[in-house]
Every structure is written in C-alpha cells, then in structure tokens.
C-alpha cells in the first residue's frame, strides 16, 4: 500500500468518533491479510487516504466514511476550525482600510439585524435529513461556541434555501449548511455562506468564492488534529421564528387575491422541503395540493429513484403518475435539499399527456415574469450562467432590462449588482434575491404556481406561453451531453484534445474557439471551452464541478416570426445533427 499502516493508525487515533474508528480498525486488519478481500480492503484504504478531502467555492462534499478522503466528524471539527479562524481573523480586521475582501456598500439588512459590532462572529448552522447531517451540524456549533463565536442552530432539518434566508435575515456573518443537494445516498456536503461584517454589497449572504475558499482552506489545514479540536456546549437552538419569516418573505411574492384553483402535485423525492412548500403554497392561497405519499417522508437512502436529482430520468414517474391520475395542472419537483425546482405540464403533443419543462424553459417563464415587474420600476438586472440559454438576455433587453452573464454556480449569479433575477440551466432560481442571495427552489415553486395561475385565467398554457417568447425573441433549442467517467483523467485528456484540435466547423458552419481558461468578457478564467457557429449556435465544454462527469451543453437558435412550430422544426433537426457532431468529437465513452 502507498498508505502506511502508522498514517492509518495516526488518524484512528485523532478521530474522536467511536464509529469511524472502529471502521477503519477492521479495515485495517482486512488489508493485512491475504486474498481478494484484502486486496480490495487495501484499494479501499488507498482511496481513503487519496488526501483531503479538499475544501474549495463548493465547500466540502464527498462519500461518508471513515478517513481523510470521506465525510465524516473528523474532517468536519477541523473544517469548523478552520472557518472559525479565518472568521476571527477577517472580523477582527473588518475595517481596516484597504483591505482586500468584499467590502464597500453595505447590502440589504434582514429584519432580524442584530448589531454585533465589537462582537465575536455570528455562525447560523444548518442541515438536511442525509446520513451525518445532524451530528456534523451540531459539531460545528461546538467548534463555533468554542472558539468564541455565537452559533445559531436551526432547530430541525430543512432547506438549503432558509439556512441562505437566515444568514441575511439574522445578519449572521457566516452561514453553513450540511447537504449534498442531490448527490447520491452515500455522500454529505459542508456549504459554506459569508455574510455580516465578513461580506457586504451584492455578495452577502452568499456561498463563498476566492479568495475566501482559498483562505479558510488554509486554515483548515493549520488546524489541529479533530480530538484537539476545542469543542464547547452552550450553542443557541432557534425556534420557528427564522421559518415563519422566510415563509412570510415566500407568501408576499404572489400578490393577494391573485390566485386561482390550480391543482398541484408535489414531489420533495425524499428530501427536506415538502412541508415547507407545501405551507408557502397553501399561504400563497393554493390549496389543492396533492403530495406523492411514496416521496413525501426524508428518507437519507432515496429508494424511489436511482439519483435524487429531478432532471433524472425516471425521477418524476411517480409525480406524473399522480398528475394523471388527479387531473392535475403542474407538477413541482424540489430536490432533496429544495435549492433546486423542476415542472411538468400537461401537454397534448408530449408522450403521456405531460411535458417536464427544461431549466431554461423555466428560466425564460420566470426570467419574463421577474422582468415584467421590474421594468415598471426602470431598472433591474437580469443574470444567468455562461451555460445557460441566451434567451434570458433577450428577454431583459426586450424589456428595457440589462442582463449579466457569470460563471456557472449561484455563487457567482447572486453577486451580481442590481439582480432581480438569476437562473442556470440546472434547474436553479433566484426569485428573491434581496432575501435569499442563492438559487431557492421553494419561493421559485411558489412562483410557478402563480404564473400558471395567471395564464389559466387568461385561457392560456405554459407551451403557449413558451411559444409567445419565442415570436419575440427566437426558438432556443437547447440539449445537453453528460458523460459520467470512472477516471478523471479521461476528462483531462479530452479538454486538452478539444484545446489542441478544436472543431472549424459544425452542422456545415464555421466555428469561432473561445477558451475560457483565459478568460472571456467579464468573466474569471474557468476550465471550459465555447464553440460558436457563424449561423448562431453554441456548444460549451467543461468538467463538472461536482460529478465525475465531462458536459456539454448545447444551443440552437432559429428565428420563429410567426411561425413556431416551423422553427421549432428546423431548430430541432439541427439541434440532433450538432448533437451527432458533438458526441463524435468528445470520443469519451
């Protein structure tokens, strides 16, 4: 093995978790004997101690398990540790002059400010039903109160988004929440948000990006072992109050006495957000909800589908079963941890009677809504990632709006100045960012119902609403290509093929290779690769962020005037021969 038996047996030691302990002992006596289980103990270990598990802008997230490479409490004590002194840090010297974190104008304070200058740091811990949550959440409490911060702990498991809402409406300077959104059952993840007197300006209360990453990655790394770690009781549990504003916040977006008997089923697949939304729907003046009962409990394992991810194939039979069966209007699907909405809508032409809608279709209905409200006031900025359908930036300038293009994550979408708007195509939503400065998939439901509401008074459908964007502003066909590996290095190979011999033409037009690991227009250098067509048409190439998985993601636009089902015709014949194309040139398989 290249891992020693005494680097096993040194983290055995410092890990103060009974559990984990004892898995690594056995596992340890399994790799010292002889045979296929022993081999396969060694291989498991090698994996183990691959090294850290390393903390950057997605914070932590990986496999629960006993090791340094494995969710678990040791990796969180020092993690806690490290943010806790990169706090102590940055508040001590939150106003020096100069300094070079995002200071400047102070953004939107929430109703529940409570001034704490002069203060130690302010952390509101959040965390979701996943294997470990709880335990990791009430261990960064400990490590918080000990190291003199106030830790305020949300008092159940719950939704990404209100830990998002709580750091802004309480003022905190930080934020963390324990998820691994829509990962599969074995993994948990360690989020972290920056606010307070840490971040101000259009970025508080959002996830963490450099230098931030980078700094408290140090820290963590500074800390001690996890058993010297500095743990303290005496952390606050919150009561409803936090909830009962976020819900209050959610319930304001549809205006009163606007809705109307639209029949809804619900799915949370397992995860945290049912209650939540469906008490922000029945507020919002929907009552005729109907929640998929095999779905509707937190269950860590997710037995109903094969990844807990609403744009899974599959992952909505069960809703759309439902819908039938009632007679429903919409479909809303949250992902586990709800930061995440996908819909369906019945359909005549679609297979089943039903049509789950694209992240961008539901990017451009919402962007369109959120723009319409926003060019009576003037002003707004509408934002979406580099990944996502350009419509979204026809749709603002049709309005009298300016759009934003940022790098892919809600960490980069919610710093934009002025946002009234932000989406990527992975079904994430920003609806309200002056509370929730990340993507929230239970206020963007809540505004999905409201907008079927609408056209159902007007006699009209979300594929006729759909069909009205594009008259205005063109079909945008868009269509993705996701290729799961078992080595990251074919990943590697295939970005730096594409870089050394990049396509000059596809679907019969020229290509113009921006690669954005240099840097493109107004964003920050990023591993990917853009291909633009002179007849219009787009593919970008890059690694995931959080799967070992090579996407591509792929966009048509054709011109409708009048005429849509015609564009959408020709858009969707090219659409098929660029995809062919595409899949031909990645040569990952």
């Given amino acids: 093995m290249t891992v020693s038996t005494e680097q096993v047996r040194a983290w055995i030691e410092a890990d103060p978790d009974e559990g984990t302990r004892a898995e690594l002992t056995e596992l340890l006596g399994r790799a010292s004997g002889e045979g296929e289980d022993a081999a396969a103990a060694r291989a498991d270990l090698e994996d183990r101690f691959a090294g850290p598990l390393e903390f950057g802008t997605a914070g932590l997230r990986g496999a629960v398990g006993a090791g340094p490479h494995r969710m678990n409490r040791a990796v969180v004590l020092r993690a806690a540790a490290g943010l806790c002194a990169y706090l102590t840090d940055l508040i001590e010297h939150v106003d020096t002059p100069g300094d070079e974190h995002e200071r400047g104008t102070s953004g939107e304070r929430g109703a529940g400010h409570i001034d704490t200058t002069g203060d130690g740091f302010r952390v509101v811990i959040g965390y979701d039903a996943r294997y470990g949550s709880e335990a990791f959440a009430r261990d960064t409490a400990a490590v918080v109160t000990a190291a003199g911060g106030r830790a305020s702990l949300l008092p159940a498991a719950g939704p990404t988004p209100l830990l998002a809402f709580a750091v802004r409406h309480l003022d905190a300077d930080a934020g963390v929440m324990v998820t691994a959104s829509h990962n599969p059952p074995q993994d948990n993840g360690y989020k972290v948000y920056l606010g307070g007197r840490a971040v101000t300006g259009a970025g508080q209360g959002a996830q963490i990006v450099p230098p931030h990453d980078v700094e408290i990655a140090r820290r963590i790394d500074a800390a001690p072992r996890a058993v010297d770690v500095p743990t303290a009781e005496g952390w606050e549990v919150l009561g409803d109050e936090v909830r009962e504003a976020y819900l209050q916040r959610v319930v304001a977006l549809v205006p009163p006495r606007h809705t109307r008997a639209v029949r809804i089923v619900l799915t949370s697949l397992h995860g945290v957000g049912g209650p939540t939304l469906v008490t922000a729907l029945e507020r919002a003046g929907f009552t005729d909800v109907h929640v998929v009962p095999e779905q509707a409990d937190p269950d860590p394992d997710f037995p109903t589908v094969d ?119 992975a079904i994430g939503y920003c609806v309200d960012p002056a509370a929730v400065r990340d993507k929230d998939g239970i206020s963007a439901a809540v505004r999905l119902a409201y907008l079927v509401a609408q056209l159902m008074d007007r006699g009209q459908t979300v594929p006729g609403a759909l069909d009205e964007l594009a008259e205005r502003h063109g079909v945008h066909e868009t269509a993705q290509i996701a290729v799961r590996v078992a080595d990251l290095r074919l990943i590697t190979d295939a970005m730096a093929r594409l870089r050394s011999a990049p396509p000059t033409t596809l679907v019969g037009s020229d290509v113009r290779t921006t690669d954005l690991a240099e840097g493109a227009a107004d964003l920050p250098p990023t591993d990917g690769l853009v291909f633009e067509t002179a007849a219009g048409d787009r593919v970008i190439v890059r690694p995931s962020g959080t799967e070992p998985k090579l996407k591509c993601y792929l966009e048509v636009v054709e011109p409708a005037g009048t005429d849509v089902s015609l564009a959408r015709h020709a858009a969707g014949l090219r659409m098929a021969r660029l995809r062919a194309e595409i899949t031909d040139l990645l040569g990952v398989g």
């Fill in 307 to 425: 990844f807990p991810n609403p744009e899974e194939d599959g992952a909505l039979d069960l809703a759309l079963g439902l819908a039938r069966s009632v007679d429903a209007d919409l479909v809303l699907a949250n992902d586990p941890d709800a930061d995440r909405c996908s819909a369906a809508v019945p359909d005549p032409t679609a297979d089943g009677g039903w049509r789950q809608l694209t992240g961008d279709e539901i990017g451009a209905l919402l962007g369109d809504q959120a723009a319409a409200a926003a060019a009576f006031g003037g002003r707004g900025v509408l934002a979406s990632s580099v990944v996502s359908s350009r419509m979204l930036g026809r749709i603002a300038h049709g309005h009298g709006l300016q759009h934003r293009t940022t790098l892919t994550g809600f960490k980069w979408i919610a710093r934009t100045d002025g946002l009234v708007f932000g989406y990527e195509e």
